[in-house]
């Protein structure tokens, strides 16, 4: 039980993968943008309860298991989960309350429930304040699930000083939450129930303003309310700083998206293309990429100085072991700048768990491996092994010197984005599957 009268020593964790944690033992993470949630979550905590908030992102530091705290809140996504229970279970043997929220814990309550005293379903900006003000009046509930209808409106001052100690000279913003789309894969719908908020422009601009010279918007599809991005991208023209978003091939399919975002300062985006097989696509309801148009928009973009980051996802169900080398063939042809393979993963609350699941294709539910580099599941076209061995043979093809000077020496490359970008991936992608040589 809590004492009233004492001050409250709150420790927010984001916990991370083993990958993660072992390249910060190794003295280099490669997170190229810092995730804004630690701040967001010790922005929250009400100042009259003046508490005593650390934060610690065990994606760019390590976290001792000498840790103290009257309550500790552990952020999790899927893969790092058995690490944030593995926490939690420290916490609760020294007396510390334990919550926890984040993808994982929203879309799984009841396993996280196990290892917490309380779990946040879905966004804390409504919740976290009320679960404190309840655990300092000794009355916390097991769940508190955000049903809120209205976010990122009148957001609480970041203090962003913990991101610059930590991270590359990028600051990160969310602009919008959420997504209407369901791929099948996506941990995102399910949490949010498909729901999409933007956050007013003005207080974005006014925010990015107080920010540095290369702005990170965070948002996992900021392209889907055409009035509120193309607002937002005329804005930015007049800040005169570095842009870089995720969005969608739709959004970077019309070319005066691409001349808009380019004229306001966008340097990179980040787009799922996942696949250059469109059935695979159309099997994971994510019919809206037209691999047809794939060769175009990468022109169009680099014509406009725009680099991409492409995701691509090996393993959907048309995918037979072919797949591996006509996508590094293609990303060498059309000289993507930074390619992020990943193996498709089937996250626990997603339709994509509920279909596997009951086609009892999945083979482990040890949630570490669930971190997109690993089959966790039996694949329709080949073994669970030749996908990881394909998986490394991609990254290892990709990042090797010759490829990289290909792919970032053309005309209006951002050079040195690139460079670090290809090094970061080559350093962090090299020898991630144990069994390669076995
Ligand atoms: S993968 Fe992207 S477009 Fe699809 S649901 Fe997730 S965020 Fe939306």
């Known amino acids: 039980m809590y004492n009233k009268s004492k001050k409250i020593k709150i420790l927010f964790v984001l916990a991370a993968g083993k ?46 298991d000498d840790f103290n705290a009257d309550i500790i809140g552990i952020s999790t996504i899927t893969c790092a989960a058995p690490e944030a229970y593995r926490i939690a279970k420290i916490a609760r043997k020294k007396g510390i309350t334990v919550i926890m929220g984040g993808y994982h814990p929203s879309l799984n309550p009841d396993e996280a429930l196990k290892y917490a005293d309380s779990v946040v379903v879905g966004y804390a900006e409504n919740t976290l304040p009320k679960l404190l003000i ?100 005329k804005e930015m023209e007049n800040l005169k700083v570095n842009g870089y978003a995720a969005a969608t091939l739709q959004f970077a399919s019309e070319i005066d998206n691409i001349k808009l975002i380019a004229k306001s300062g966008c340097k990179g985006l980040l787009l799922g293309f996942e696949s250059l097989n469109q059935e695979s696509l159309n099997t994971v309801n994510k019919k809206f990429n037209n691999v047809i148009q794939y060769k175009e928009i990468i022109k169009n973009l680099h014509d406009y100085g725009i680099g991409i980051i492409a995701c691509i996802v090996f393993g959907f169900d048309y995918d037979g072991t072919s797949i591996f080398e006509k996508t590094v063939q293609f990303v060498n042809d059309t000289k993507i700048d930074i390619i992020k393979y990943a193996i498709l993963t089937p996250f626990p609350g997603t339709p994509l768990f509920n279909d596997f699941k009951k086609k009892n294709r999945i083979i482990t539910e040890d949630w570490s491996l669930y971190d997109t580099l690993h089959a966790v599941y039996i694949p329709k076209k080949m073994s669970p092994y030749q996908l990881e061995q394909g998986l490394q043979w991609s990254f290892d093809e990709t990042y090797k010197i010759k490829s990289i000077l290909n792919r970032i020496f053309r005309r209006g490359s951002p050079l040195i984005h690139s460079t670090i970008g290809n090094v970061i991936f080559k350093r962090t992608f090299s020898n991630i599957i144990p069994n390669k040589n076995s």
């Open 19 to 64: 990958l993660y944690r072992e390249a910060v033992k190794r003295d280099n993470p490669y997170r190229y943008y810092a995730p804004t949630t630690l701040i967001q979550l010790a922005a929250l905590v009400p100042k009259y309860l003046n508490a005593e908030v650390k934060i610690v992102d065990q994606g760019c530091e390590v976290f001792s």
């Open 134 to 233: 309840d655990y300092k009046n000794n009355k916390l509930k097991r769940l508190y699930r955000d049903t809120s209808k209205t976010l990122l409106v009148k957001m609480p001052e970041l203090d962003r000083k913990y991101l610059s100690k930590t991270y590359f000279p990028s600051s990160s913003i969310e602009t919008t939450r959420g997504c209407p789309n369901g791929c099948k894969f996506c941990s995102l719908p399910p949490m949010v129930k498909n729901r999409y908020w933007t956050r007013p422009v003005d207080e974005i601009i006014n925010e990015i303003k107080t920010m540095g010279k290369n702005i990170v918007f965070l948002d996992s599809n900021h392209t889907v309310l055409k009035s509120h991005y193309l607002k937002l991208w």
